[in-house]
Nanobody
C-alpha cells in the first residue's frame, strides 16, 4: 500500500508556471507507475500525464505536450508535474495516483491509490 500527498498548488496568472509534487510513503514507490489527473469544476476527472516506474517513459495528454513535464525521483519517493504557460481553463484540482500497471495509463480505473488533490487556480 502507498499513501500519496500532493503539494505545490495555488493561484497563478495565465501564462505562469507551477510545479506540483506528490510525496509517497512506503519503500515500494519504484514499483508503481505514477500518474497525474485533474478535475475542473463541474467536470469529470481527466488524464494529464503518467510516468513509468523507472521514470524513463513519460506520457502526456495530447493537449499538454510541450507545456507540462512529469518526472520522478525514486530515491526521494516523489513525482513532479511542471506546468508552464498555464491557461485559465486549466483551473482544477490536480491529483496524483499510483498504478501497478504499465504502459500508457490514461484511464483512472487503472490506478490503485490516489492522493487528496491540490487546487490549482489560474486567473485570466
Amino acid at each position: 500500500q502507498v499513501q500519496l500527498v500532493e503539494s505545490g498548488g495555488g493561484l497563478v496568472q495565465a501564462g505562469g508556471s507551477l510545479k506540483l509534487s506528490c510525496a509517497a510513503s512506503g519503500r515500494t514507490f519504484s514499483t508503481y507507475a505514477m500518474g497525474w489527473f485533474r478535475q475542473p469544476p463541474g467536470k469529470e476527472r481527466e488524464f494529464v500525464a503518467s510516468i513509468s516506474r523507472s521514470g524513463g517513459i513519460p506520457y502526456y495528454a495530447d493537449s499538454l505536450k510541450g507545456r507540462f513535464t512529469v518526472s520522478r525521483d525514486n530515491a526521494k519517493n516523489v513525482v513532479y508535474l511542471q506546468m508552464n504557460s498555464l491557461k485559465a481553463e486549466e483551473t482544477a484540482v490536480y491529483y496524483c495516483a499510483a498504478s501497478t500497471g504499465s504502459a500508457q495509463l490514461t484511464s483512472s480505473t487503472r490506478y490503485d491509490y490516489w492522493g487528496q488533490g491540490t487546487q490549482v487556480t489560474v486567473s485570466s
